[in-house]
């Protein structure tokens, strides 16, 4: 089992910066990939970015490319979002996510691949 907690959300104007930090404990996470999701009201959860065990490379959404970055610090169990030139269409619940990482392609976009989930936390982008 693998327990997830966030924290960083808030309250913020449009073109401001965010940075969110989840803290991973319990079974090792070795080969584990991390990320992040999000759920605005009445819509689907959806992805926002991942990062694998071995820190080659990070996936980001369309929608949030360029603007955030994802890390992770291994030793520490912590994978961080921060979020910049933030907008209104991010307000959402941000889920931190872990779970083993697949082979097949695209496979971190849904959902359903990832068995562990934070309790979420709040981000709200004012106008």
């Known amino acids: 089992q693998v327990q997830l907690v966030e924290s960083g959300g808030g309250l913020v104007q449009a073109g401001d910066s965010l940075r969110l930090s989840c803290v991973a404990s319990?079974?090792?996470?070795?080969?584990?990939?991390m990320g992040w999701f999000r759920q605005a009201p009445g819509k689907e959860r959806e992805f926002v970015a991942t990062?694998?065990?071995?820190?080659?490379?990070?996936y980001y959404a369309d929608a949030v490319k360029g603007r955030f970055a994802i890390s992770r610090d291994n030793a520490k169990n912590i994978v961080d979002l921060q979020m910049s030139s933030l907008k209104p269409d991010d307000t959402a619940v941000y889920y931190c996510?872990?779970?083993?990482?697949?082979?097949?392609?695209?496979?971190?976009?849904?959902?359903?691949?990832?068995?562990?989930w934070g309790q979420g936390t709040q981000v709200t982008v004012s106008s």
């Open positions: 319990g079974r090792a996470l070795s080969s584990y990939g």
């Open positions: 996510v872990s779970g083993p990482t697949r082979n097949t392609a695209n496979w971190y976009k849904s959902s359903y691949n990832w068995p562990y």
């Open positions: 990062l694998p065990w071995s820190l080659s490379t990070a």
